[in-house]
């Protein structure tokens, strides 16, 4: 079985570090970080991530725009994608579910169930 590759979009640093730790050491995977929507949109064409685990709230390009720019790339629109959100009101998840993502995970997440959460999301 290869490594899966999962890239982290984020604008907040410590959220970034701390799901990248967890992804490493738990769930045993490679990952690659993004500060924006724009960096994650160049990388995600670039690396062929086997995962995109993107942030709702960013400045400049949220989250919701960079799955709708990820979605409308023949090159990165069959990579699954995760949304991270702070956003916990059931209409939103619903708005974001109806979205095609693959599955919507609240923070503050629990790090160490990170790998586990994902994992049960895709069927790895």
Do not use: C
């Amino acid at each position: 079985m290869t490594t899966k590759h999962i890239l982290i979009v984020d604008d907040e640093y410590d959220i970034r570090a701390v799901a990248e730790l967890a992804l490493k050491t738990v769930g045993g995977w490679q990952v690659s970080t993004a500060a924006s929507g724009s960096e994650g949109l160049a990388k995600a064409i670039a690396e062929q991530p086997d995962l995109i685990l993107l942030d709702v709230m960013m400045p400049d390009m949220d989250g919701i725009a960079t799955f709708q720019a990820l979605q409308a790339n023949p090159s990165t629109q069959e990579i699954p994608v995760i949304l991270l959100t702070a956003k916990a009101q059931a209409t939103e998840q619903r708005r974001f579910a109806e979205l095609g993502v693959q599955a919507i995970i609240t923070k503050p997440f629990k790090a160490m169930k990170l790998p586990g959460q994902i994992a049960s999301a895709l069927n790895w």
